[in-house]
């Protein structure tokens, strides 16, 4: 909605061009034109989580056949491009490792980073105040999507929190002193807005595993620590108070709360817990592979469950189950995994990231860049709790620049 867009191509199958898939596409032009001055040495670090990031990529692709090979009704154009758009954000990966090969262009990243959130979380505050529109016009005093969207907001506020945090830890390192309280303000007030408890969880563990990580390299300044602690309370109590009405109506659909709520719309999270039902039944069905990729949106992929999820959640409006009119898909990018491309591809995930957040613990002692692509990943991971894999969003991006990160030379 906040950019230029050109489609090519008609029905189901269209691609469509953004201005951020241009962009990724200058970034790449840039890191190609490094790469061949200096050599693909530049690589050589990261060539076992890049390795396993193409398994990962090469699982997602293989997966879009697997549903034709079976005789289902399945859109193999559309879901090879959906494929080919997440591919084409995976290569902010090894272009992060090239480009940023000294401090000061890690600077740059950061400190535009904390300039594109505070703006998000300024417009994000019009929004919650009435006095400019959001995606489906003016809705005060609730949780914000800015211009990103309500997950993404998280993502990004996230992440400028995190370096304003491992700016206390690291006095001031890697963003600046000066760029420290408005990474913490931007992020902090950003992910209230936001209203995710995902972006909470995510912040928690990105924080907790940067203060352990400092700690390896000598004692933690245990004022830092408490205004670290204070914080994420702050932005906890924010978040949650933010979201009540919707924690009280899953207090209800667990049982653990008298039924008062007079709503009998779709409740978010037990809305999600139906979904992840049924995605967990999926994978079930299809342990090894998997339905194929972004095919547990599909009616041959959940219809097999969907009496067994109506007596499971006897509850819950018609509106809530998945249906051709309504492709929910299992909004968890993990249990997503599990149920389109079964344990291979989980395994493949878990190969990718694992690998790369372990070369970002092992180079945190020299560079406080995989610090923050270690913070940044466990962001994401959290983040990642409530949405599917979907290819072409702001999560996307940050994920595989945190990726990088946790190899960049500087």
């Known amino acids: 909605m906040y950019q230029p867009t050109a489609a090519f191509g008609a029905g189901a199958t269209s691609v469509d061009v953004r201005l951020s898939d241009l962009a990724i596409g200058a970034v790449a032009v840039a890191a190609a034109l490094r790469l061949r001055r200096e050599g693909l040495g530049v690589l050589r670090e990261a060539a076992v989580p890049l390795a396993a990031a193409g398994l990962f990529l090469a699982v997602i692709f293989a997966s879009c056949f697997l549903p034709v090979l079976r005789g289902e009704s399945y859109a193999l154009a559309s879901s090879l491009v959906t494929a080919a758009k997440f591919a084409w954000y995976a290569l902010l990966a090894p272009a992060t490792i090239v480009l940023v090969g000294s401090r000061r262009d ?4 950061f400190r535009t ?3 594109w959130s505070a703006v998000a979380t300024v417009w994000g505050a019009l929004q919650f105040l009435g006095l400019v529109n959001e995606f489906e016009g003016k809705r005060p005093l609730q949780r914000e999507p800015s211009f990103v969207g309500i997950q993404d907001l998280a993502a990004l506020s996230g992440a400028a929190l ?3 945090l491992i700016g ?4 001031g390192e890697p963003v600046g002193r000066r760029w420290v309280p408005a990474a913490v303000g931007a992020g902090a007030l950003g992910l209230v807005l936001s209203g995710a408890m995902v972006g909470v969880i995510g912040a928690w563990l990105a924080a907790g595993a940067a203060v352990l990580l400092v700690s390896r390299n000598g004692r933690v300044p245990k004022r ?9 309370v702050a932005v906890t109590v924010g978040v949650t108070a933010m979201r009540a009405t919707a924690l009280e109506q899953f207090a209800e659909f667990l049982g653990i709360r008298q039924h008062t709520s007079q709503s009998g719309g779709i409740q978010s999270y037990a809305h999600r817990t139906l979904l992840g039902y049924i995605g967990v039944r999926i994978f079930l069905g299809h342990p090894l592979t998997g339905v194929g990729w972004q095919a547990s949106m599909d009616d041959f992929a959940y219809s097999p469950y969907l009496a067994a999820a109506h007596r499971r959640f006897p509850s819950e409006p018609a509106e809530a189950f998945p249906s051709p009119a309504h492709r929910w898909g299992v909004q968890n990018a993990y249990i997503q995994t ?3 491309l079964g344990a291979i591809g989980l395994l493949a995930l878990v190969a990718a990231f694992g690998s790369a957040l372990v070369t970002g613990v092992r180079r945190s002692r020299v560079t406080p860049l995989a610090l923050v692509g270690v913070s940044w990943l466990l962001v994401a991971a959290g983040v990642w709790l409530g949405l599917g894999l979907f290819a072409g969003i702001p999560l996307a991006a940050l994920t595989w620049i945190a990726f990088g990160l946790t190899s960049a030379r500087a």
Do not use: N
């Not at 890690?106 to 990243?109: E, I, R």
């Not at 830092?224 to 994420?232: R, S």
């Open 106 to 109: 890690a600077g740059l990243v």
């Open 113 to 115: 980073l904390v300039a």
């Open 162 to 164: 995190l370096l304003g």
């Open 168 to 171: 206390l830890l690291l006095r």
């Open 224 to 232: 830092a620590v408490a205004v670290i602690v204070t914080v994420l």
């Open 338 to 340: 599990l149920a389109d």
